[in-house]
């Protein structure tokens, strides 16, 4: 205020100095009183014009200039910058909050005090069923109808989650319809978070592992109520010298039994919490042949005098490369599967060889009566079987398939399964070029 009454003077005086020059003193007041009104006019004009820039959002602001009305602009102009600058940052972390809820696996949506979305990530989008950009301001229990969930929406009891099936109708692993737990949180009022997960995989994990308990519990309790009653009668009965050598090699086959359960338990444990397989150890797929081929001819004899027809083959001299006992573990079971499973005097072929793209192949097929296609998607599940009574007739754990599984994973292989019934099967391993390489010459000492 003080520069402004001195420039108004200033002005005042220099304008009644130039008139009382020209037409003598008695004219200096009205010099003087037209130069306050010109800089009156001039003062008005450009507070005018600040403030028609600022009716505009700001567009076009005078840039600094003489008096006031220049410095005002000036620090507006200087407050705009600065909040610009901050809206801008604000924005950003919007976006940057945004984008990392859209990369969540797990799903987002904010609903108003009507039930209204108001915003949802993608993952949501998918699991509920919903367009993120089309169904904004609709009612989400308009959109999943879920019976429970909208009872859930509307309780406003949220202490819980609840599980609903996807609307989406999407599949989880081996197609299974995709489960979700749903939780809501009030926030801001009315105002609510939904939080969708997708549980299929754990309830598919809790359901094998009660599956798996309930099959180990079956497997032992059977040989075991066997040994049970086999006892109580070797206790209470007299038993002649045949009958009592028969009872005690039953007792002795169930006891066989439950140990080999045990042993194939173990190996599957120590398969799941072992380290990864070696690269650089090596093994003659010609030395696992022929241990193959000696357990096979050994199985076959004491399954039935009649035997199978066998046949062991390799079209090239490989090597792998990998844990020696693993990769035993695994050709065996597949042909020991093959000769429990065939008919006596069927026949039952391994053989090994190199692909055109470089891989190697270990496969073993058989005449024995085949398995139905529902069937082979699940045929390594633990204790899975599909005839029970066959099983325990042949002496299988069940397990064997599923240590198979294991085993090719560690070493990046394939198992494939080909079956046609009342044609045979073929098992066949499919192990990756980074894991063969041709049989070096072995070295004779003089």
């Not at 069923?129 to 509307?154: K, S, T």
């Not at 099983?391 to 070493?411: C, D, F, P, Y």
Request: contains cysteine; proline residues 5%.
């Amino acid at each position: 205020m003080p520069f402004r009454i001195a420039t108004f003077l200033i002005a005042s005086c220099a304008g009644g100095a130039g008139v009382g020059a020209l037409f003598g003193w008695r004219f200096l007041w009205i010099g003087a009183w037209a130069g306050a009104l010109a800089w009156l006019l001039l003062d008005a004009w450009r507070a005018q014009r600040l403030l028609r820039a600022l009716r505009d959002d700001a567009v076009g602001l005078p840039t600094r200039g003489p008096g006031i009305w220049g410095e005002l602009a000036e620090r507006i102009r200087k407050l705009l910058r600065s909040r610009e600058q901050q809206t801008r940052q604000a924005e950003d972390r919007l976006h940057e909050f945004l984008e990392a809820i859209q990369a969540s696996p797990n799903g987002v949506v904010l609903i108003d005090e009507q039930g209204r979305i108001e915003w949802c990530n993608q993952t949501a989008a998918v699991q509920l069923g919903i367009d993120a950009e089309r169904d904004l301001q609709q009612h989400l229990a308009n959109l999943v109808r879920d019976p429970a969930f909208v009872a859930y929406l509307a309780s406003w009891n949220y202490s819980r989650d609840v599980v609903i099936d996807a609307p989406s109708m999407q599949t989880g692993p081996h197609g299974k319809l995709m489960r979700l737990s749903v939780q809501v949180h009030p926030y801001a009022g009315n105002r609510r978070l939904l939080l969708t997960r997708d549980i299929t995989a754990l309830e598919q994990a809790d359901a094998m592992r009660r599956d798996f308990v309930a099959n180990v519990s079956h497997e032992i309790r059977t040989p075991l109520t066997v040994l049970t009653g086999f006892v109580e009668t070797l206790q209470s009965l007299p038993l002649e010298a045949d009958e009592r050598s028969r009872y005690l090699g039953l007792m002795g086959q169930q006891a066989q039994r439950m140990g080999t359960l045990v042993q194939d338990l173990l190996t599957l444990s120590r398969l799941e919490g072992s380290a990864a397989p070696p690269m650089n150890q090596w093994t003659r797929v010609r030395a696992l042949l022929a241990h193959c081929e000696d357990e096979a001819r050994g199985l076959s004899e004491r399954l039935s005098a009649q035997g199978h027809r066998l046949f062991f083959a390799s079209e090239s001299d490989s090597e792998l490369s990998g844990a020696a006992t693993e990769l035993q573990s695994a050709m065996s079971n597949l042909v020991s599967n093959a000769v429990r499973y065939t008919p006596p005097g069927g026949e039952v072929t391994v053989t090994w060889r190199l692909l055109p793209d470089g891989r190697g192949e270990f496969a073993v097929r058989d005449t024995g009566p085949g398995i139905a296609a529902e069937h082979i998607p699940r045929l390594t599940e633990r204790f899975y079987r599909v005839d029970r009574s066959r099983s325990r007739e042949t002496g299988g754990t069940g397990l064997g398939l599923a240590i198979v599984k294991h085993i090719a994973q560690r070493h990046g292989a394939q198992l494939r399964i080909e079956s046609t019934p009342g044609q045979g099967s073929r098992f066949a391993l499919l192990f990756p070029v980074t894991r063969l390489r041709p049989a070096r010459p072995v070295s004779v000492n003089a």
